[in-house]
């Protein structure tokens, strides 16, 4: 098994939940309006990056077909968690 694959997916969880939390930093001076919606958008990011930590945390060595297909799909959730944190950016603006 790959550890630079762990290590470099928990950096990229670990940078991903810091951006969450300033992006809540920078959404909770904005209107009443805004709050709300920007907050269920929030939360759901939240709520993937979690279920990416603990995949990544559960998943067991069964074999290189079952590895490189895991690292396939956790690194495409993974670039779409990123995706999605960067739109939200860019939206917020």
């Given at each position: 098994?790959?550890?630079?694959?762990?290590?470099?997916?928990?950096?990229?969880?670990?940078?991903?939940?810091?951006?969450?939390?300033?992006?809540?930093?920078?959404?909770?001076?904005?209107t009443?309006?805004?709050?709300?919606?920007?907050?269920?958008?929030?939360?759901?990011?939240?709520?993937?990056?979690?279920?990416?930590?603990k995949?990544?945390?559960?998943?067991?060595?069964?074999?290189?077909?079952?590895?490189?297909?895991?690292?396939?799909?956790?690194?495409?959730?993974?670039?779409?968690?990123?995706?999605?944190?960067?739109?939200?950016?860019?939206?917020?603006?």
């Amino acid at each position: 098994m790959e550890k630079t694959i762990f290590t470099l997916a928990e950096e990229k969880i670990n940078s991903y939940e810091k951006s969450i939390g300033e992006l809540k930093a920078r959404i909770a001076n904005g209107t009443k309006e805004n709050l709300a919606k920007y907050e269920k958008k929030l939360v759901e990011l939240e709520q993937k990056t979690s279920d990416m930590k603990k995949k990544l945390e559960k998943y067991k060595e069964e074999g290189k077909d079952k590895w490189d297909s895991f690292k396939l799909k956790f690194n495409h959730d993974l670039d779409e968690l990123g995706k999605a944190l960067k739109n939200f950016t860019v939206k917020s603006k």
